[in-house]
């Protein structure tokens, strides 16, 4: 059974940075395409950014140049470096695979953009 487990969340100023890891209870995870995405207050859930086992990652407009993705698969752990943070970024932030698998779905961390 995999395990995903978010941290890094907080309450950071507009223009700030925060850095969320997602780690993985087992190396199987290695084999998949993994993403990050978020679901503001009012809004369905989104994929922001994924990466494949290779290396390839793709962005959504919301955060292109803003954010970036990355893994390692040693450390079974995906992170989020999320830079130029504004207020529309507050939400719950998650990782799964890329696409998700439901059973993945887990807590997530909260970020918070506020002044």
């Known amino acids: 059974q995999v395990q995903l487990v978010e941290s890094g969340g907080g309450t950071v100023q507009p223009g700030g940075s925060l850095r969320l890891s997602c780690i993985a209870s087992?190396?199987?995870?290695?084999?998949?395409?993994m993403g990050w995405y978020r679901q503001g207050p009012g809004n369905k859930r989104v994929l922001l950014a994924s990466?494949?086992?290779?290396?390839?990652?793709h962005y959504a407009d919301s955060v292109e140049g803003r954010f970036t993705i990355s893994r390692d698969g040693a450390e079974n752990t995906a992170y989020l470096q999320m830079n130029n943070l504004t207020p529309e970024d507050t939400a719950v932030y998650y990782c799964?695979?890329?696409?998700?698998?439901?059973?993945?779905w887990s807590q997530g961390t909260r970020v918070t953009v506020s002044s």
């Open positions: 990466i494949t086992e290779s290396g390839i990652t």
């Open positions: 799964n695979a890329a696409p998700p698998v439901e059973k993945y």
């Open positions: 087992v190396s199987t995870i290695t084999v998949y395409a």
